[in-house]
């Protein structure tokens, strides 16, 4: 047998339709997947990482006790992500109500003390989503133990937020808050929601940063069958602030924006910036497109992410995707021939 050394340089080429980079992504093509191997052969969790953590979305209205605790709706995903191996953390830019039972799928299958950092969405917003009287998501996101982080700005003091974990820095924006409130705008990055994450990002000086909004900066379909929604009323509903904000990302070398409302998920390069869209995680709570959650894993030098989805039909997950956000010009992958 002989061993190989393939070097795999990263070249930075063209945008595809202006938006989806190749330069510092090895990625699968979205209409192939990486591997459809089930979870249950293998862990994605990589050696070299110094931490993992896992992403979902929109998993509103499928968890909790009952009928939806089965592997064919939220729980799927938690399985999923337990089967894989240490997580430090889940974090979830919104659309999760009641939150109370998407906390309640997480620690049953991770234990009562996982750590879960939770965003708001437009349905938890009184009156848009599944609450037993009005205003009770809000009313339980400000209850939250979040551990310790640091607070938004006033208005959302607590449904804004940030923290550093080992060598990354992350921000959750509540893109519904103003100074008026935690629900008081229709999705936006409003001045005043601006000038704390100015501060906040001024403020760290971490290797890499992770901002969180439950709205999409850049809208786009899903990246495997083309389903399109919320095409013109996300971020770029307001056009001026969105533009302000995803510059500001750039100017302070924002690792990747991750955010949800959708249900499709993208991964897409923007002007130097990356968006990934995490879908939705409900399994058979919204067919029109694959059930989703990513896996990021961070080490000193390279940021990867691993995407999952499941079968369209309620059943395991595989690996569909996986990428660069961050990687040194070369790669160097190992090639087995035998003779």
């Not at 896992?54 to 605790?69: I, N």
């Not at 607590?158 to 629900?183: P, R």
């Not at 993208?266 to 910036?273: E, P, Q, W, Y």
Request: include cysteine; charged fraction near 15%; charge should be negative.
């Amino acid at each position: 047998m002989r061993k190989w050394v393939v070097v795999l340089s990263l070249l930075a080429m063209a945008a595809v339709a202006g938006a989806i980079c190749w330069g510092w992504c090895v990625s699968v093509a979205y209409n192939a997947p990486l591997s459809l191997d089930t979870i249950s052969s293998g862990s994605s969790q990589s050696s070299n990482a110094l931490f993992t953590f896992a992403v979902t979305a929109d998993m509103r209205s499928y968890t909790g006790p009952g009928q939806y605790d089965t592997a064919r709706y939220f729980r799927g995903s938690v399985d999923a992500i337990a089967a894989l191996g240490s997580t430090a953390f889940i974090i979830s830019p919104g659309d999760l109500d009641p939150p109370s039972n998407a906390l309640w799928t997480i620690t049953r299958t991770l234990g009562i003390s996982y750590t879960w950092y939770p965003g708001v969405g437009n349905h938890e917003l009184p009156g848009a989503g599944y609450e037993e009287h009005l205003g009770d998501n809000v009313e339980w996101m400000n209850s939250y133990d979040y551990g310790t982080v640091h607070p938004g700005p006033t208005g959302c003091p607590t449904t804004t937020y940030s923290f550093d974990y080992l060598n990354a820095h992350f921000v959750m924006l509540n893109e519904y808050c103003d100074v008026g409130g935690d629900d008081v705008t229709d999705g936006d990055i409003p001045d005043h929601l601006y000038n704390w994450l100015v501060t906040d990002l001024n403020s760290t000086s971490q290797d890499y940063i992770f901002v969180f909004g439950h709205e999409p900066a850049y809208p786009q379909p899903d990246a495997d069958n083309g389903r399109v929604r919320h095409l013109d009323d996300s971020l770029n509903a307001h056009p001026a602030h969105r533009d302000r904000f995803w510059a500001l990302l750039r100017q302070h070398g924002v690792t990747a924006y991750i955010c949800g409302h959708t249900h499709n998920y993208s991964a897409v390069r923007i002007n130097g910036m990356w968006q990934l869209d995490a879908g939705h995680a409900r399994g058979l709570g919204d067919t029109g497109a694959r059930s989703t959650f990513i896996v990021i894993h961070v080490e000193d030098r390279m940021v990867r992410f691993d995407v999952y989805r499941d079968d369209a039909a309620g059943g395991p997950y595989s690996l569909m995707h996986t990428g660069y956000l961050v990687a040194p010009e070369t790669i160097y992958l190992p090639v087995v021939m035998s003779q």
